[in-house]
């Protein structure tokens, strides 16, 4: 692969993680599974690591976590708000023991006596008290930076606004917002009656909860809230954490009420087997036992490594599994074009919640666990995102090899999965309408359209009006807005000079180069380098349709032309022919191009004096700079080549020109000043 199309897809991955990282971390609506997005990452992962002259300027492996949706004014903790380790197994348990003593130069019973209580899942939050008053809420975020839910916060019944006397004078006081299963069941049954979207589980119901914009609405949620900690237990003047809960209870908070002093790893484990059998009887949602040592004395001289304290440990419960029978398997198409078979199941409660659908992420892994309509599955809730199918259990006799679809289930393109890539992509782009808005997105963008006033907002505005479903529609909105019910003009946050504007930047565009059409098109490997290259190869938009046209046959003419061209593999000339060859995009491009002038690009004077000569520039040149007089020598034909050899036919010399000017004199080739060469040129009309 070259690097057009490992630059465009790593930017289709970065994009991708993005998107799943706003779902997740914004709008607490992950769309896929845990491992498929680790998956995601994983692949871009090894990309970068491959190729890090290729990372994108927006890095998603930069910015794990939230940042923050923009609505709620970030709020930085006063100190670090840390997230905990995992452990899985005993022997986990047995290392975290073992690590700690060794590193206190002391013995694994001196940690004890360990505080285990339940990991309720849930949304960690912290409250800042000044002078005994609540001023400040804000979630975890990234740790150092969280977003101010103040006025949400103070809607939760359970949380005292103020502090007893006494209290610190400044203290932050970190807990768990969580919501019952039982409200949470209720809460989904309102939802429902009023059509709107259940919420996937507890821990989804209290962060969107919490993220409301109007706190009237969070005011009727039924959030609860558990105190784990303060930010600094000094101004308490206490040396155990069961000391620290003791006052968080005496000030009005509520603790977690199972929590348990362990004396020994043998009670941690009776302990976490304990609360795991009576997990379903528990009235939150929880995902593990954190352990945490008691004396704060030692958890002060243990201290942290990055973004985990060593003195506590989350030991996690193993994923929720049921078995039930796959009904049926669809296909969802994301708005990249990539397509997601979906498991249809016959409803089945785990770990609380009712599943219905699962991910089965790409047709490598349907094929792999040999999944087909009618088998029994084992599905796995891991976690809290969307469940997975794990593997069949057993295999239903009349059980089908699923066909993935050769057509997009939306718009009916053509299915394309390129040779190196798990996903299937539909090729409608444009046409598809689970892909148009953000193809439109594209389309408008810098090197693209770059319509002034019809940025990535008012793209998205004018798509879910219905003024702009198809590339054509931006170039005949000035036509239709006096017929449409609320012209541009009279819509939110428009005028009448700020419509006459935006029109006048469209217009502009009505004329455009050659390859900033053709990477507007948003066809799959083709970025705007690759754009480039076409451009210059066919010159016009003509040349290159009928190339695309012509070139869907292999044995073609036409698709020897474009597998030849340097900088273009076989899987961009598929791209681009089978792109072309669906009758949806032909239609997208023609309609465009009644409204559309694309500028062909200059031809090369290949016939000028100069034509099919080498040229090596050396020395400074006065009056031009070297991209200009490179520039110049490939507008007449020149090749410009880096070093002297018998092959170079001219040696323009500049000041202080050293060993080439020395080797060119050697090797008796013709040599020109810089006034020889403007002169040159501008005879030959550069
Ligand atoms: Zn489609």
């Not at 905990?84 to 073992?98: G, H, P, S, Y």
């Not at 009712?354 to 040999?370: F, G, I, P, Y």
């Not at 455009?512 to 190869?537: C, D, E, M, S, Y």
Request: one cysteine or more; charged letters at 25%; glycine letters at 6%.
């Amino acid at each position: 692969m070259n690097n057009d199309a490992l630059k465009q897809q790593i930017e289709d991955l970065a994009h991708e993680i993005r998107y799943h990282d706003d779902l997740y971390y914004n709008h607490d609506a992950p769309a896929i599974s845990d491992a498929a997005y680790d998956a995601l990452r994983q692949d871009y992962l090894a990309l970068i690591k491959a190729h890090p002259e290729l990372t994108p300027a927006d890095d998603p492996a930069q910015t794990v976590g939230a940042n923050g949706l923009g609505a709620f004014a970030e709020v930085k903790h006063l100190e670090r708000m840390m997230s905990l380790d995992n452990a899985f197994t005993e022997e986990d348990l047995e290392q975290f023991l073992e690590r700690n003593a060794r590193f206190l130069n002391t013995t694994v019973e001196r940690l004890f006596p360990i505080v285990a209580e339940l990991k309720i899942d849930g949304l960690s939050g912290s409250l800042r008290y000044e002078n005994g008053q609540l001023t400040v809420a804000a979630t975890r975020g990234n740790g150092e930076v969280g977003e101010n839910i103040t006025a949400n916060i103070e809607t939760i019944s359970s949380i005292p606004k103020r502090l007893p006397a006494g209290c610190p004078p400044l203290i932050e006081v970190r807990g768990e917002v969580y919501m019952d299963r039982h409200d949470f069941e209720q809460l989904n049954q309102q939802q429902q009656a009023s059509n709107q979207k259940p919420f996937a589980n507890p821990r989804n119901a209290a962060a969107g909860s919490l993220r409301q914009l109007d706190p009237r609405v969070t005011a009727t949620r039924p959030l609860k809230f558990f105190a784990y900690g303060v930010h600094n237990e000094q101004p308490l003047n206490v040396t155990k954490y069961a000391d620290i809960m003791r006052t968080l209870q005496d000030w009005g908070f509520g603790v977690e009420p199972y929590r348990k002093e362990c004396h020994s790893l043998k009670d941690m484990v009776s302990f976490y087997n304990e609360i795991l059998t009576q997990r379903p009887d528990i009235p939150f949602e929880i995902d593990g036992i954190v352990y945490k040592i008691n004396d704060l004395a030692l958890q002060q001289r243990l201290g942290a490594v990055t973004r985990f304290p060593r003195y506590a440990i989350a030991h996690k419960f193993p994923a929720a599994q049921a078995i039930t029978r796959l009904n049926n398997i669809t296909i969802q198409v994301g708005r990249t074009g990539t397509l997601t078979p979906v498991a249809e199941l016959e409803p089945v409660g785990i770990g609380g919640v009712m599943v219905a659908r699962a991910t089965l992420h790409n047709s490598d892994e349907l094929a792999r666990k040999n999944i087909a309509v009618g088998d029994m599955v084992k599905v796995q809730r891991a976690g809290d995102v969307i469940p997975q199918v794990v593997e069949v259990t057993q295999k239903s006799p009349q059980a089908q090899p699923f066909q993935f679809p050769t057509a997009c289930p939306v718009c009916d393109s053509e299915v394309l999965r390129l040779p190196d890539q798990a996903a299937h992509k539909c090729l409608g782009g444009l046409a598809c309408e689970a892909q148009a808005l953000q193809s439109l997105k594209h389309f408008v963008s810098k090197d693209c359209f770059d319509i002034d006033g019809l940025g990535i907002k008012n793209m998205e505005h004018f798509y879910n009006l219905g003024l702009i479903k198809t590339p054509a529609d931006i170039f005949t909105l000035e036509a239709r807005n006096a017929d449409v019910e609320t012209p541009i003009e009279q819509q939110e946050g428009w005028g009448k000079k700020s419509a006459d504007n935006l029109f006048a930047a469209i217009n502009k565009r009505r004329t455009l180069p050659l390859h900033r059409f053709v990477n507007a098109l948003g066809i799959p490997l083709i970025g705007a380098q690759t754009a480039k290259v076409l451009a210059k190869r066919f010159e016009t938009i003509e040349a290159l349709l009928t190339v695309m046209e012509k070139g869907y046959d292999p044995a073609s003419k036409a698709y020897q032309q474009l597998i030849e061209i340097d900088g273009i593999g076989e899987q961009m000339v598929t791209a681009l022919t089978h792109f072309y060859h669906e009758a949806h995009n032909r239609t997208i491009v023609d309609a465009l191009l009644q409204h559309v002038t694309v500028e062909p690009v200059v031809a090369n004077v290949v016939t000028s004096a100069l034509g099919g000569k080498t040229i090596v520039f050396t020395g400074t040149l006065q009056t031009l700079s070297r991209a200009e007089a490179k520039a110049q020598a490939e507008r007449l034909g020149a090749h410009v080549a880096g070093s002297v050899s018998s092959k170079t036919d001219i040696v323009v010399a500049g000041e202080a020109a050293g060993s080439k000017l020395r080797k060119a004199e050697a090797l008796g080739l013709t040599i020109w000043s810089e006034d020889d060469w403007k002169e040159a040129a501008a005879d030959l009309g550069s």
